[in-house]
T-cell receptor
């Protein structure tokens, strides 16, 4: 079964450093997402992306975050200047269709980011 | 605002026992409801979903869930748990029609004893 893959599985970075989390969505999917889960808290929506544009974002997704599809296969989340509170598991996801109705969103294994 | 509550943080059952994981949602209109499972080292896998119609929904791995509008619940059940079901289970609701956003609960960690 096709799957969403994410790298790295775990990254430790110093506060203030830039981090790029990478994702390879399922090949025929057109819609891409990032979610995150701070330890002990809920999985939270960050952003959705379609046709090289952000289609929806949450209040968490501020100016220090950006997303990009640099080529035909990768989808990246960049955090420009990491803060301690950015420590979390980041999930990439993809789907064939838009929205959550009548649609299945496939998630990756997650990238665990630790900011020290 | 929409929200999802999973009251049980951690549940332990014996292999072969029945299982029910609770999920309550807060949403004004007809909700779109999902259960995901995350096994160790794996991504979030969709177990089942409810959009409309029959309120008892069958999913993969022998799981089912029942939508009860009167109780704002969407509890996940399995008649006989296997050791491989040990994982974290997340309930989620689609925030609204024509949105990309899923709203998740905090998850329930299931431990299975032989």
């Amino acid at each position: 079964e096709p799957e969403v893959t994410q790298t790295p599985s775990h990254q430790v970075t110093q506060m203030g450093q830039e981090v790029i989390l990478r994702c390879v969505p399922i090949s025929n999917h057109l819609y891409f997402y990032w979610y995150r889960q701070i330890l002990g808290q809920k999985v939270e929506f960050l952003v959705s992306f379609y046709n090289n544009e952000i289609s929806e974002k949450s209040e968490i997704f501020d100016d220090q975050f950006s997303v990009e599809r640099p080529d035909g296969s990768n989808f990246t989340l960049k955090i420009r200047s990491t803060k301690l509170e950015d420590s979390a598991m980041y999930f990439c996801a993809s789907s064939k269709l838009a929205g959550v109705t009548g649609n299945t969103i496939y998630f990756g294994e997650g990238s665990w980011l630790t900011v020290v | 605002a929409q929200s999802v509550t999973q009251p049980d943080i951690h549940i332990t059952v014996s292999e072969g026992a029945s299982l029910e994981l609770r999920c309550n949602y807060s949403y004004g209109a007809t909700p779109y409801l999902f259960w995901y499972v995350q096994s160790p080292g794996q991504g979030l896998q969709l177990l089942l979903k409810y959009f409309s119609g029959d309120t008892l929904v069958q999913g993969i791995k022998g799981f089912e869930a029942e939508f009860k509008r009167s109780q704002s619940s969407f509890n996940l059940r399995k008649p006989s748990v296997h050791w491989s079901d040990a994982a974290e289970y997340f309930c989620a609701v689609g925030a609204a029609y024509n949105t990309d956003k899923l709203i998740f609960g905090t998850g329930t960690r299931l431990q299975v004893f032989p």
